[in-house]
């Protein structure tokens, strides 16, 4: 149930504004790819593209190709909605529905798409989205209350709980943790270490350590000015990246020398 | 580097006035102000309050100023000011829902709703509001019909599918100008159009409801644009990311978590347009007998009941004042279903 995604050559702009220049990367199936780089070098931005958010802003837009089971997501009769099935996405601050409970949100997809499914079956996708986002002990007993009553870090696995409930093929992290204790985010990467065997997973996360934790392989994203367009400037396994990388701005960045 | 080192200064204490410091200054206030009302020639209530406020500020102020400091005096003047605002502001409302009450109780009873004007002259004291409620459920609900689904699916496209350009300036601005359409205009809009299109003698509630609508739904448009910007743009990526469609992300998500401000929107906007008075003078007219037919025959409504039997004189006008009384209540009847509503829709809160 994970996929890969071959980009290449991906631009992306909001209105005539070229935000990321020229990606070409591979984020391989039931792996962690985490994305760095300084703030505003366009890992979110190019996140969004994964899975065709960036296009809901108005006037942004990208050219190039990013393949997944062979298929170009933005291919000419690709519809945008399909893609966004297959390649979830948990943002960087926690939004539950407010007008859901628990068990609303994390049904959200099934309930917001109009499909009726059996009570049993719904009940057992609760279930194994909220296990799976390792929630379901701490709210096994509420889940009539609305998502909003749960702290923060609950309120992100729930957004996590929502997200793998209906099954994607990727998942797509911006900064999960940012806004989150040191015990929400250690339960959430833990979270992702064990999501990794069924999903694909990119992660956007200002947190080098983070990154060393929890990711598989690293890609690092620079900027060369304000107004630039920000670039991918390499992308390898982690231990590789953190260790000897082969870029100069890399090791500068890792270390702490800039941004 | 030069170290400038400056003596930490300990924290004041500051004596401040007691709690019921305000109540015995505005009380000697008032005794004063009365006193030079009765100085400045004759005693009336009203100048004795409007002196009694002005000494008030004055002393509050002076006294907190000499025994509390010159911060806490300007925070004393501050509130004053804003409550003295806040009484100003209450006093139309107060009394005039005192007024409706005392004249309209006269009248008001049972039989006065269940009875209609037919056979009715001058100085009789029977008569009743039936057929004017009828009526004014009527009008308002057909003209509510069009300009509720109309203001909500237009304030829908501004905020969620217009792109920025000519086509969503000129709707807002239409919208803005049409907001401030004198009654009056709308009135003679719909007497005319139906004039042209069906022909001078026709007269029925349609008319009154279109010249209403025509009137509500810049408002509704207004008021729930305003409520839809408020949901915030991470629910409806939260939707998008979960592969729900527009259409469904804006029915399901936008739509729902604004219902309670909408509800609140559109409770306002009826509440604007069922007191109307001129467009329906224009078009509806007034009929003693129930009209149940509102495409067909003139009709009564409340707003014209109440000018028409106020401008009889007489025994009428204590009919006008409860056919006021009336009015106030069906809004406020309508108030209450809409706050149950909100209530029922609204976000539920934390814990």
Redesign the interface.
């Known amino acids: 149930m994970s996929k890969r995604i071959d980009v290449s050559d991906l631009d992306v702009y909001y209105g005539d504004f070229l935000a990321v220049e020229g990606v070409t990367m591979t984020i391989e199936a039931r792996s962690i790819t985490a994305l760095i780089g300084p703030s505003g070098c366009g890992k979110s931005t190019f996140l969004r593209t994964l ?1 065709r ?1 960036h296009e ?1 802003i ?1 006037g942004a837009r990208v050219e190039g190709k990013a393949v997944m089971d062979g298929v170009d997501l933005y291919g000419k009769h690709v519809d945008p ?6 390649i ?2 948990v ?1 960087q ?1 926690p ?5 859901m ?1 628990i068990a609303d949100n994390v049904l ?2 099934v ?4 499909r009726r499914l059996p009570r049993s079956e719904q009940e057992e996708i609760v279930e194994r989205a909220l296990t799976g986002a390792n929630l379901w002990n701490e709210v096994k007993d509420r889940l009539n ?2 998502g ?2 749960l702290s923060g870090g609950q309120q992100q696995r729930l ?1 996590i709980a ?2 793998i409930a ?1 099954r994607p093929q990727v998942l797509l992290m911006d900064e999960p943790c940012s806004a989150l204790d040191p015990i929400s985010t250690l339960a959430i990467e833990d979270l992702m270490n064990e999501l990794k065997d069924d999903y694909t997973i990119v992660i956007v996360t200002h947190n080098m350590q983070q990154a060393a934790r929890v990711s598989d392989r690293t890609g690092f994203f620079n900027i060369a000015g304000t107004g630039k367009p920000g670039r991918l400037i390499e992308i390898d396994d982690t231990s590789v990246m953190f260790s000897s990388p082969s870029q100069k701005a890399t090791e500068d960045y890792i270390s702490g020398r800039f941004g | 580097m030069t170290a400038v080192s400056v003596p930490p200064k300990p924290v004041r204490r500051r004596r401040r006035l007691p709690a019921y410091a305000p109540w015995a200054v505005l009380a000697g206030a008032l005794g004063v102000g009365a006193l030079l009302s009765l100085l400045s020639g004759t005693f009336t209530f009203t100048g004795a309050l409007l002196f009694g406020a002005l000494v008030h500020v004055v002393a509050i102020t002076t006294l907190s100023a000499v025994v509390e400091g010159r911060r806490w005096a300007t925070d004393r003047l501050a509130t004053t000011l804003v409550t003295a605002a806040f009484v100003l502001a209450a006093i139309p409302l107060v009394s005039l829902v005192v007024l409706v009450l005392r004249f309209g109780m006269e009248r008001f009873s049972w039989t006065f709703l269940n009875d209609d004007m037919v056979g009715i002259f001058g100085a009789s004291v029977e008569g009743g509001v039936f057929h004017a409620i009828i009526g004014t459920l009527w009008v308002t609900g057909l003209c509510s019909l069009v300009a509720i689904p109309l203001g909500i699916l237009t304030a829908v496209y501004l905020v969620e599918y217009a792109r920025p350009g000519p086509l969503k300036r000129a709707i807002t601005v239409l919208v803005d100008v049409m907001t401030g359409i004198p009654s009056i205009v709308a009135g003679l809009f719909a007497a005319t159009l139906f004039m042209v299109v069906v022909g001078p003698q026709y007269k029925a509630g349609v008319m009154g409801a279109v010249a209403l609508a025509l009137l509500m739904t810049p408002v509704v448009v207004r008021s729930v644009e305003e409520m839809l910007r408020l949901v915030p743009n991470e629910l409806r990526e939260a939707a998008y990311a979960l592969g729900v469609p527009k259409w469904l992300t804006v029915v399901k998500v936008v739509l729902r978590t604004a219902i309670a401000g909408i509800t609140t929107g559109v409770m306002i906007a009826i509440a604007r347009v069922i007191g109307e008075t001129a467009p329906l003078l224009l078009t509806v007219g007034i009929v003693a007998n129930v009209n149940w037919n509102a495409f067909d025959g003139r009709i009564a409504t409340l707003p014209v009941y109440v000018f028409r039997q106020y401008a009889q004189g007489g025994a009428s006008v204590d009919r006008a004042w409860a056919g006021a009384l009336t009015l106030i209540l069906i809004v406020m009847l309508l108030n209450l279903v809409a706050r149950l509503v909100s209530r029922y829709f609204s976000p539920k809160g934390a814990r």
């Open positions: 899975n958010m809901v108005p909605v399909e893609v966004r099935r297959q979830g996405m943002f601050r939004n539950p529905f407010p007008t409970s959200a997809g309930k917001l798409n109009n209350r609305p909003s009553s957004c929502r997200a209906v």
